[in-house]
Every structure is written in structure tokens, then in C-alpha cells.
């Protein structure tokens, strides 16, 4: 780096803490050692690498869709993705598949990276747009349904664009850009949130369910947030750095500060909370005996009436009464789109079916204020002619 | 913002205007959980959330078969001085109050207060033994014992203890002290910590220890804490930070526990009370003045707050921020889990350190996602920049028989990170035999005062029944 100049002698304390041969360069955001760049390359990739055999997340000859946003997650793991499939020779074809939710402003840019990145890493790149699959963009979906529940549109749609993405590559696996401080992040939400469903599997790197031929993974699970911006920053990689202009939920919000506060205390924090997410598995259940002691009588009389009971849907539809439970929990598919569900309906034909009863009646021509600024769009649609 | 805590006081003219809802009598006072309460219905209502708590016989006055069956009991309650564990006081010292005025005098269990003297360590506005006897007058004539232990009383003596290394590897090696010169106090023991959250972590495996084991010596059935409900959803999330989820189902259930051979009900009986309702209740009993507070400043600053600072600010901020039921959701969380599964091919054992179950071994976990090995070298300037470091830090220890393995779970790996390698940390491993104690020392002990006095005091004609022991 410095060849032109005379070489300074370094001191014993500038000098890696590992290789004890170069020059430390930076601090880890894991554990504060100081390491060389080489050194910090080795630690990073072999971690990932230990990541993804332990799991057995894949075998030779396994067609991958890498989820690719554009932002620094998703393009570090096309990054190293692709180095580890040509150094431990895992046999892997890679294809890059983005979702284009229709955030103008935000989207559009991000993509340009990704297919600059589709060049670099001489990947395939599949790109299934919102407005292609569901007839909305997110843009529309805001302005109709407003910005406080963007994330759970955006969410729920994304999953379902993803796996539909996958399906029309001939592709079962998609890895995700998840690193571990999302990992740690969801825990805690779960925690406060009472999401006691998905206690159990927070922390699964690999998901898969019966009814889905698509499978899932995170192989970057135990990697730090800032572990990838330094290592995108030294491979000088070519990425997406702006947050998406629909800003996450409130109360998303108090558990990331939290966590942020806790990291600064103690780095260690965000690995120990998946060691704990790990840990954490539900009780059997106990029945509940609750002795009646009234009215003891007028519950046998109707107890004729009760199953008889049916539930309706928001939809208006009948639910039917499955005979064994289990089929409803696993593999059981939308009666609208065929899509994977526990519901009769799964949960974005829901929403699409919500949103559609209130998508403006009429357009108006030339109308730029759909473009994401939410706010405008209410308060013309609220002007009357 | 004060619309938004989940207490919420009336002024004057809204109370004027607005009846309690229970007794429809008086003036409600303030309004929780979406009530109105007066003064006396609320501080009904908070004693009634322990009585549900504690609805066994054994608490109950017991006469006839129901003495043989259930005999003696008696209730350790750890009282810290905080407000909340000053108000579970209140609660069951009311309790024994009612039961000793209903009854001629008899009373269901004895109660015992323990408290563990942290007046040096957290710098505390007033001395708990100066507290304790005004806190118990309030409810004489009920018969209850108070008595203050001091921390240090966790190291028996220095025989027990151990020097412990943690290496690169996350896995333990300890050596024995003996034959060092050097003998430790805990808060020598506490120096070593490499931070503030290690230290509070090392306190709570502490605090509990001495609980127990003076449960176990003054051969009380029953340990009750005075954690609210935001205290224990606190817990939660402290303990999850930790690393230490594998316990959350035991540390924030009722649950019994067994210490040598005894089984102990650990108890919280005021797990449905809102930490706001407790402040409620402490002010309107008139109890804060015997409320026991650091006289150190909590730091604005981050870096200086342990975990469990900066978890309690979260929750106390929710509270201000309109999400109160947060609290209960994780707490109603927390208790539906139960005890993680055991990897199939390796026993579970036990941490040495902090006696938990070890359930998956946590070293090869670290391993695996917290490589250690540096690139490799190539040119001559790295190597003589290898030859150099290797000549400054002379030769390693060796690490000889004197040295043994040490089991140490996922959270004590956490806490003792960052040691100092070469004073290393000291402390006594859980499977020293220390079963050696029979009695430990008070600092103050409610019977020994009380003997003094008679002692000092009362005429004896009868020299042989003066046969008190020393």
C-alpha cells in the first residue's frame, strides 16, 4: 500500500492481534480483537463458511436464488457466495432474484446496483415486480392503505414475490441477506410482541415447510451488521446504502434502539441473544381444568348448540371445519392463488382483497402524487369536485 | 405524556365528580387498569393480588389435623429496600397482622426478612438496620424476625476458592489458590470483573446463593421476592441479552427449587402488579421514607449503564410511551416456556461457576461463528514481524496438571469474556464441598437483639433455666 515510501518499523502493539505479523487495521465489531485486513478476511469468510456445513444448507449441484435487494446484505453475500462456492468447490449455481416492490425513489435505484452487481459477479438476475404479480405497487398501496402499515404489506407480499420467483426459475432455495443483528432483533420483538408461534423457530437458519417446495436460509445468521459494512467497504464492493423511505414501525423502532444501546455496553450482545433465541422452547401445554361450579346445566344444553357454531370469514366465506388439525397447520394452500397457507385464504390475497375495496375509483390523469407521498394522495382524494 | 402511565391520579375535581368503582362510596383517587379506585379499595386490591398468589392452607391460621400436616412454616421474603420488596413487606406483614387479631394471636407461618447489606457496595442513602425495626413496628403486634447478612458471607473461607482462566478456545481451566498469599474478599472478587455488567451478573448468582442457603439454615419452606410484573418482564429480556434464555422458564416461574437435599417454594406473589401500581401503593402507605436508594447517579451515558440499566430504562420508557402491556405480554411470554431439549448425544451438566444446566456445549458454538485463526503469513517482513512479537512476550505459561478443566456455561463465558489473563478470576466452584456451614454471622438479627435485651434486663431467680447459648 505504501511501497513508495520507506517502511516504518511497527511496534508489537500495532500489530494484528492474530497473525501477529501485520499491521492491525481495524477493531472487530464481534469482539474488539484488532486484526489485519487478511486476517480479517480469513475470520469473516471461514465463520460464514463453518455457517453454512454445520447447517448442510446445501449439496453439489444445488440451484440458488440469492435474494439480492441491492443493499449492502444481499450484495456481500453474492460477494461471498460466490468466492466460497469457488474455494471449498460447493458445486453451487447462483442466481440473483430481486423483488421490485414499486418504491420510486428508492427501488429504482437500488436496482441499478443489483444489475451493475449482476455484471460483477457474472450471475443470472430474475426480476418479479409487485406491480406484475399483484396488480399494485407499493407506492399505490401507501397512498390507499397509508404509511403506518407499509412493512406488513411490503412483508407479506415480498415472501410470496420471492418463492414465486424462485418456483418460476426452477429454483428451491433462496438465501436471504439476514444477518445477526436482524436475527437478534427478531427475538426480542418476539419477546415483546408475545409471538409465541414463532418463539421456537426465530432462530432456524433453514425453513422449510411441507407444503412449500421452496426452501429458505440465512447463512449470513451469526453475522455482525458491521462485520459486513467493513467487509464491503474493504472488497470495495459496489452497493445500495439508502433506507427505504417507509420508515419501519414505532414500536420496531424502540427494540432496535435497544439493541443498539445494549451492543455499545457489550458487543458480545447480539450473538448471546441468539444463544438464548436458541434456547428458548415452549412448554407443553397443560389443559386447562377449570371447574364450572354454576350453571352447570345450561352449559350441557348448549353445548348442542355450540357445534353447530361456523366462523366467517372477513370475506364473507364459510370456514370449513378441518377434521384433523394438523392439516390446516402445514400444507394446506390458499383457495385464491394456491399459494402456501394456514388459512383458507392466505394472508396477502387478504390484504390485495382489503386494498382492493378501497383503491380509488377514479384516476386522476397525470397523477405524480401516488409517488410515494402517501399524504398528498389522502388529501386530494379527500377534495370534492 | 403522563396520560399515557398506566397509573394515572386524579386532581381534585375529577375525584370530587367520580365515585370508586368498587366501593361506590368514596372519592376515587386514581385510575388504574381502566378502574377508579379509592385509597383504601386500591391498597385492597394490591393485597389481594398476593392472597391469590399465596391461596395454599400452609399460609393460613391452622388448627386441629391441619397443624400435624402442614407444620411449622416459615417465609423467607428477600427484601433489597426497594420499593418493591418494601411493599411485599407491607402486604404479608398485613396479612400476619389480620391473622394475628382474627385468631387470638396466632399467626399462619413466621416471617422472616433477610436482607443482604449492600450499603457499601451500592453507596445507600440509610443503613437497612436502622430501617428495619421502625418497618416492623408498623405492624406489631405481629411476630416478625428481620435479619442482614453481609455479602462477603459468600466466601466461606478461601479454601474454597479457585483461580479461574478462560481460554482463546472459550473453553475453562482452574487451579487451586491455596498456597498464594493472597486471600480474597468478594469485593476483591468483583475487581476482577471486566465490566459493570459482569459484576451485576456475578451479584445475582450471589444473591441467590445466600438466599437459599439461609433459607435453608433458618429452615424456612418458603422464599417470596417482590418483583412486579415490569420487573420480572425486565428479567426476561436481561436474561436473554445475557445469553442466558435456558433459564428463563425456572427464573421468572414459581417453581421449586432443591439446595442440599431441602426443597424450597420460590415465590413471586406480586407477578400481576404493575411496577407503577407498587410506587402507587408505596406512596399512598405512606412508605417511601423507609425506601432505601443509591446515592450514586445513574450516568446519562451508555457505555457506563450495565444491561440491566439499560433494559429497565426501555421498559420504563414503554410504560411513558403508551405501551405498558408490554410488560405483561412478555411476562405471559416468558411463562409458557419450559426447559430447553438436550442434545441427544452429550449429558447435560453443570455449570461450575453459576449451577445451571448446560445444555448444548457452548464453546463449540463460539467456535464455530468465532474463528480464531489468523491468514496465513507469507512475506519475510511478516515473518520477522512474527519472530519480534514472539521474542517481546517471552515464554507462555505452561499449563500443567495443575491446572483442570472447568464446565462453564453460555452465560458465565459472556460475563468472565475479558478477564484479565494473567490475574485471571477467582471464584468458588459450585462443586466444592461446602456442605462444612452450619450457622453464618448477621450483621443484625432481630433474635439476637431481642435476647440481648432480655438478657441484660430481666432478672433471673432461677440460674439453672439461664442456660442460653452463646
Known amino acids: 500500500m505504501t511501497d513508495g515510501q520507506k517502511p516504518k518499523i511497527l511496534k508489537v502493539s500495532a500489530l494484528c492481534q492474530l497473525c501477529h505479523a501485520r499491521k492491525a487495521v481495524m477493531k472487530r465489531p464481534k469482539n474488539s480483537q484488532k486484526l489485519c485486513k487478511e486476517c480479517f478476511y480469513n475470520v469473516f469468510e471461514t465463520e460464514i463458511h463453518n455457517t453454512i456445513t454445520n447447517a448442510h444448507l446445501f449439496a453439489p449441484g444445488d440451484k440458488v436464488a440469492i435474494g439480492a435487494s441491492g443493499g449492502k446484505d444481499s450484495t456481500v453475500l453474492a460477494s461471498i457466495l460466490k468466492t466460497l462456492n469457488e474455494r471449498y468447490n460447493y458445486g453451487l449455481e447462483l442466481v440473483l432474484l430481486s423483488i421490485d416492490e414499486g418504491i420510486k425513489g428508492y427501488r429504482d435505484d437500488s436496482l441499478a446496483t443489483v444489475k451493475r452487481n449482476q455484471v460483477q459477479y457474472k450471475m443470472p438476475l430474475e426480476i418479479i415486480s409487485y406491480k406484475d404479480l399483484y396488480d399494485w405497487t407499493m407506492d399505490e398501496i401507501v397512498s390507499c392503505a397509508g404509511i403506518r402499515s407499509s412493512c406488513t404489506y411490503c412483508g407479506v407480499l415480498r415472501r410470496q414475490a420471492l418463492d414465486r420467483g424462485a418456483a418460476k426459475l426452477g429454483i428451491n432455495h433462496v438465501v436471504t441477506g439476514h444477518n445477526a443483528d436482524d436475527m437478534a432483533e427478531t427475538v426480542l420483538m418476539n419477546l415483546l410482541r408475545g409471538d409465541v408461534a414463532r418463539l421456537e423457530k426465530s432462530c432456524t437458519i433453514l425453513t422449510q415447510s411441507s407444503g412449500s417446495p421452496i426452501k429458505r436460509s440465512k447463512p449470513f445468521k451469526y453475522t455482525y451488521q458491521k462485520e459486513i459494512v467493513l467487509y464491503a467497504h474493504y472488497k470495495k464492493l459496489d452497493y445500495f446504502s439508502t433506507e427505504c423511505t417507509y420508515a419501519p414501525e414505532a414500536f420496531r423502532g424502540t427494540a432496535r434502539e435497544l439493541l443498539k444501546s445494549l451492543e455499545a455496553v457489550r458487543p458480545s450482545c447480539i450473538m448471546d441473544i441468539i444463544y438464548s433465541g436458541e434456547h428458548l422452547v415452549l412448554a407443553p401445554k397443560k389443559k386447562k381444568v377449570t371447574t364450572q361450579y354454576k350453571n352447570k346445566k345450561k352449559i350441557m344444553e348448549h353445548q348442542d348448540d355450540q357445534s353447530q357454531e361456523v366462523e366467517i370469514n372477513a370475506d364473507g366465506s364459510v370456514v370449513l371445519k378441518a377434521k384433523k388439525k394438523e392439516e390446516l397447520k402445514d400444507g394446506n394452500t390458499c383457495e385464491k392463488c394456491g399459494y402456501l397457507s394456514s388459512n383458507k385464504i392466505c394472508k396477502a390475497c387478504m390484504l390485495l382483497a382489503g386494498l382492493e375495496m378501497n383503491r380509488p375509483k377514479v384516476n386522476i390523469d397525470n397523477n405524480v402524487a401516488v409517488d410515494g407521498a402517501a399524504k398528498l394522495t389522502k388529501t386530494l382524494e379527500q377534495l370534492s369536485f | 405524556m403522563s396520560d399515557n402511565q398506566p397509573v394515572k391520579y386524579l386532581d381534585e375535581e375529577e375525584s370530587s365528580s367520580s365515585p370508586c368503582q368498587r366501593c361506590k362510596v368514596e372519592n376515587a383517587i386514581l385510575i388504574t387498569r381502566k378502574e377508579k379506585f379509592c385509597q383504601n379499595c386500591f391498597i385492597r386490591f394490591i393485597r389481594g393480588k398476593q392472597r391469590k398468589q399465596m391461596q395454599d392452607d400452609k399460609y393460613k391460621v391452622k388448627y386441629g389435623p391441619f397443624i400435624e400436616r402442614h407444620g411449622q412454616q416459615k417465609v423467607l ?11 411485599l413487606l407491607d402486604v404479608m406483614a398485613s396479612l400476619l397482622q389480620e391473622q394475628f387479631e382474627a385468631h387470638n394471636g396466632k399467626q399462619g407461618f413466621e416471617l422472616i426478612i433477610l436482607n443482604l447489606d449492600e450499603f457499601d457496595l451500592n453507596h445507600l442513602n440509610k443503613k437497612v438496620g436502622e430501617i428495619l425495626p421502625l418497618l416492623i413496628k408498623r405492624y406489631s ?27 482463546d478456545d472459550f473453553t475453562g481451566l482452574s487451579s487451586t489458590i491455596i498456597g498464594s498469599d493472597k486471600s480474597y474478599t468478594l469485593f476483591d472478587i468483583l475487581e476482577l470483573c471486566p465490566n459493570k455488567s459482569s459484576v451485576e451478573d456475578l451479584l445475582t448468582i450471589i444473591y441467590n446463593e445466600l438466599i437459599l442457603r439461609t433459607a435453608y439454615l433458618e429452615k424456612c419452606q418458603t422464599i417470596i421476592y417482590g418483583h412486579s410484573m415490569t420487573r420480572i418482564a425486565n428479567e426476561i429480556i436481561a436474561l436473554t441479552v445475557k445469553g442466558r434464555g435456558s433459564i428463563i422458564y425456572e427464573a421468572i416461574s414459581d417453581h421449586s427449587k432443591t439446595y442440599k437435599d431441602q426443597q424450597f417454594q420460590i415465590l413471586f406473589p406480586l407477578r400481576d402488579v404493575l411496577y407503577a401500581e407498587i410506587i402507587s401503593y408505596c406512596k399512598l402507605t405512606n412508605m417511601d421514607e423507609f425506601i432505601l436508594q443509591s446515592t450514586i447517579p445513574k450516568s446519562k451515558i451508555n457505555k457506563n449503564l450495565t444491561i440491566r ?25 416468558g411463562e409458557k416456556l419450559g426447559a430447553p431439549k438436550s442434545d441427544s448425544t452429550s449429558l447435560v451438566t453443570h455449570c461450575q461457576v453459576c449451577g445451571v444446566e448446560i445444555y448444548q456445549d457452548p464453546g463449540n458454538w463460539l467456535r464455530n461463528i468465532t474463528v480464531n485463526k489468523a491468514a496465513p503469513i507469507e512475506t519475510e517482513e511478516e515473518k520477522e514481524y512474527l519472530e519480534s512479537y514472539k521474542a517481546s512476550i517471552g515464554e507462555p505459561e505452561i499449563i500443567d496438571d495443575r491446572y483442570k478443566s472447568v464446565h462453564i456455561c453460555y452465560g458465565c463465558i459472556v460475563t468472565l469474556g475479558g478477564v484479565n489473563s494473567v490475574s485471571g478470576f477467582v471464584w468458588p466452584l459450585k462443586d466444592k464441598n461446602t456442605d462444612h456451614f452450619e450457622s453464618q454471622p448477621y450483621l443484625v438479627d432481630s433474635e439476637v437483639e431481642k435476647q440481648k435485651i432480655l438478657d441484660e434486663f430481666i432478672l433471673t431467680n432461677d440460674e439453672d433455666e439461664d442456660d442460653d447459648n452463646e
Open chain 2, 141 to 167: 403486634p405481629a411476630n416478625i424476625q428481620y435479619k442482614v447478612l453481609a455479602l462477603n458471607s459468600y466466601i466461606l473461607d478461601d479454601s474454597i476458592l479457585d483461580k479461574i482462566v478462560l481460554n
Open chain 2, 309 to 333: 440499566d439499560l433494559t429497565t430504562r426501555y421498559f420504563s420508557q414503554l410504560d411513558a410511551t403508551g405501551y405498558a402491556s408490554t410488560a405483561s405480554t412478555v411476562v405471559k411470554t
Open chain 2, 77 to 87: 421474603l428477600a427484601l433489597s429496600g426497594g420499593e418493591s420488596s418494601v411493599v
